[in-house]
């Protein structure tokens, strides 16, 4: 008796469970009388636990988000060599500015990676970026002449109607895609690159557009090259001119 009432006692509590054997008398009555107690002792403990309730306190702070960013990667060494600067600054207010804009406040850059000498870089140049070096505009002959233009890139551009007149354009890169107009009064130009074969490619059309993509040159191995723009002083039957306009550049810098 004193065993049942042991059992009985540790079962109801469900924390009990017996290592002995199965015996005679008492001790067989013991486990057939436990079993329910502990099942009543489990369900128990399991409805306890669905209904348990978490408080989230919303005052708590665990943690400060102390800002947010973006990867620089490739475009901001490109965005870097705008010339238009108006452009340049609208997209780093559109990042960076916390009222107008995204608000960024960190920057990751790959310090280690980045463009070679032979790979160039992403860059847009204008037409009044001149001289000889990389990126620049090289005007050779005595018929070049600037002026503000509509619609252009940056509102302006040079222009040349003499025959032989040249401009030229060395990059790092691979390839270059050449901006300018098509326009009633455009002639012939003739291009070259590195020296080799001339191209023609006449501009003339019945109406002006400006800030057009007129040719890319071929895809080379990136390096360092020169691009020849010549005017042949020749033109389309139809026009009334024999200009040849010079805009804008953009190198890319990698075959792609």
């Known amino acids: 008796m004193s065993t049942e009432k042991s059992g009985t006692a540790l079962a109801s509590s469900c924390a009990y469970f017996s290592s002995r054997g199965a015996g005679q008398g008492p001790r067989r009555r013991w486990g057939r009388n436990v079993t329910p107690v502990f099942l009543a002792g489990w369900l128990c403990v399991s409805i306890a636990q669905a209904q348990t309730t978490i408080n989230v306190d919303a005052a708590m702070s665990n943690q400060t988000l102390e800002g947010w960013g973006t990867s620089l990667a490739w475009w901001a060494n490109s965005a870097g060599t705008w010339t238009n600067t108006t452009n340049y ?8 500015s916390p009222t107008g804009g995204l608000g960024l406040n960190y920057l990751r850059y790959n310090i280690p990676g980045g463009d070679t000498s032979s790979c160039g870089v992403n860059a847009t140049v204008n037409d009044t970026t001149t001289g000889t070096a990389t990126n620049q505009f090289n005007y050779v002959g005595t018929g070049w002449g600037y002026s503000s233009q509509p619609g252009a890139y940056s509102s302006d551009n040079h222009y040349d109607g003499t025959a032989n007149d040249y401009y030229t354009f060395q990059f790092v890169g691979a390839q270059v895609t050449v901006y300018g107009s098509w326009a009633p009064n455009n002639g012939i130009l003739a291009y070259s690159v590195d020296g080799g074969a001339e191209t023609m490619l006449d501009l003339y059309a019945n109406t002006r557009t ?11 191995t990136s390096g360092t090259h020169t691009l020849k723009v010549r005017v042949t002083g020749t033109k389309d039957g139809s026009s009334s001119g024999y200009w040849v306009p010079a805009d804008r550049i953009y190198v890319n810098p990698k075959m792609s």
Do not use: V, Y
């Not at 600054?89 to 960076?96: G, K, P, Q, T």
């Not at 400006?210 to 080379?220: A, E, R, V």
């Open 89 to 96: 600054n609208n997209l780093m207010s559109a990042l960076f």
């Open 210 to 220: 400006d800030d057009q993509i007129l040719f890319l040159t071929p895809l080379m």
